[in-house]
Each structure stands twice: as structure tokens, then as C-alpha cells.
Antibody, heavy 125, light 110 residues
Framework: ELQLVESGGGLVQPGGSLRLSCAAS????????MHWVRQAPGKGLEWVSG????????GYADSVKGRFTMSRDNAKNFLYLQMNSLRAEDTALYYC??????????????????WGQGTTVTVSS | QSVLTQPPSVSGAPGQRVTISCTGS?????????VYWYQQLPGTAPKLVVS???NRPSGVPDRFSGSKSGSSASLAITGLQAEDEAVYYC??????????FGGGTRLTVL
């Protein structure tokens, strides 16, 4: 069974940092692009960041650019999201998702066919 | 405000056909990038139901289909069933380098 399990969420003060992790099982992530997608309470889905199979192309939403850093460890089958300078508007459920494609320098995002259950990040004083 | 525009809600009676629209621009759907559709039931993660040109992942019934024309796309659900009640999102790629989602459409089965 293909599975993604996120961890690392929690309550953090504005300006603080968190590192999210995503453990994949049932498949090798080095064949696929991977993404982080978030959903604020009661709101829709927002693509946050994506990374192609070999880390040769990494992209970010404008809302997080310069503050968040995405990385992957294909040997460990793990995905990471380092979140710095957190703001109240970053409060959301953060999902890890597998792309249907390996991605390329020219195209980072296709569709997402495997999703984790999410980890909650709350930014509040 | 989402890059892709969807109606906030649609509804239909059991057995009917409903469509959900998704409008983009020349930098995403209109640029030829595929559109993907997700179903999100309350309290659960999104689930891919239509991929690209109406491809369905294993286990998704053929009542779900997608189409695209110009800068817009649509999801059609035929033979509406109570278990189809959910929020549906469209998603594509933008030439700016980002993934983009629609704001979501709540489907109510009357």
C-alpha cells in the first residue's frame, strides 16, 4: 500500500520555525516529484512547494518564498519542509503528496495521486 | 483569491448529471497544461478522481469524467449518488512554475 505520513506540526509563535517531515512507504520517492499542499481551517487547498525527483527543480508559492525550504532524502524515502519566519496566515493542515510524474526542469507539477493525512501547524502567540 | 475559478456550490438530485467548471488563463489551462480533479470528503485528505484527459485512477467509477476547452475545464458526474457529496477542486500547472488550485466547489446531493 502506498502511504505518506506527515509529522512535525504543532503550535509555534509568530516568527518561529518548524520542520515538517513526510515518510513514504510502499514506493520509492526517487521516481516521483513530491509536494506540500496546505489547507487553512475552513478554506481550500493551496500548493505550497514542490520538488522534482532529483531535487533539480524546487518551486514555492509566492506566499512562502524566502521563508520555506523544501528538501528530500531519496535514500531514506523522506520529504521535508523547513518553515521559518512563520506567520499567523501559515496556520493550516499541511499535506504531503506524491506526483504522478517524476517532474522536470521545465515542469514541476502534474497531478497528485497519493496524499498523507496531514499535520497541523498553528501559528499563534 | 485562487488562480483557477470554480463556482462555490452546485447541486443535483440522485441520478442526475452535474458539471463543475474551472476557469483559468493563458498561463495555465490555456497554455495546454493538464487539469486534475480532486474529491475531498469531510475530514479526509483529497483524492484524485480525474487526471488529465479524463483518465481515472483505479477504483474511481466511470461516472466521473473531465473535459477541457481553451482556458477552461469541467468535471462531469453522471448518475449522481449520495456518496458523491463532497468538495471538488481543480488543479493545474502555471507557467510561473507553480501548482495552482481552484477555490473548490461544494456538491450537494438533494
Amino acid at each position: 500500500e502506498l502511504q505518506l505520513v506527515e509529522s512535525g506540526g504543532g503550535l509555534v509563535q509568530p516568527g518561529g520555525s518548524l520542520r515538517l517531515s513526510c515518510a513514504a512507504s510502499g514506493f520509492n520517492i526517487d521516481d516521483y516529484a513530491m509536494h506540500w499542499v496546505r489547507q487553512a481551517p475552513g478554506k481550500g487547498l493551496e500548493w505550497v512547494s514542490g520538488i522534482i525527483w532529483n531535487s533539480g527543480n524546487i518551486g514555492y508559492a509566492d506566499s512562502v518564498k524566502g521563508r520555506f525550504t523544501m528538501s528530500r532524502d531519496n535514500a531514506k524515502n523522506f520529504l521535508y519542509l523547513q518553515m521559518n519566519s512563520l506567520r499567523a496566515e501559515d496556520t493550516a493542515l499541511y499535506y504531503c503528496a506524491k506526483d504522478i510524474s517524476s517532474g522536470s526542469y521545465y515542469r514541476l507539477v502534474f497531478g497528485m495521486d497519493v496524499w498523507g493525512q496531514g499535520t497541523t501547524v498553528t501559528v499563534s502567540s | 483569491q485562487s488562480v483557477l475559478t470554480q463556482p462555490p456550490s452546485v447541486s443535483g438530485a440522485p441520478g442526475q448529471r452535474v458539471t463543475i467548471s474551472c476557469t483559468g488563463s493563458n498561463s495555465n489551462i490555456g497554455a495546454g497544461y493538464d487539469v486534475y480533479w480532486y474529491q475531498q470528503l469531510p475530514g479526509t485528505a483529497p483524492k484524485l478522481v480525474v487526471s488529465g484527459h479524463s483518465n481515472r485512477p483505479s477504483g474511481v467509477p466511470d461516472r466521473f469524467s473531465g473535459s477541457k476547452s481553451g482556458s477552461s475545464a469541467s468535471l462531469a458526474i453522471t448518475g449522481l449518488q449520495a456518496e458523491d457529496e463532497a468538495v471538488y477542486y481543480c488543479q493545474s500547472f502555471d507557467s510561473s512554475g507553480s501548482g495552482v488550485f481552484g477555490g473548490g466547489t461544494r456538491l450537494t446531493v438533494l
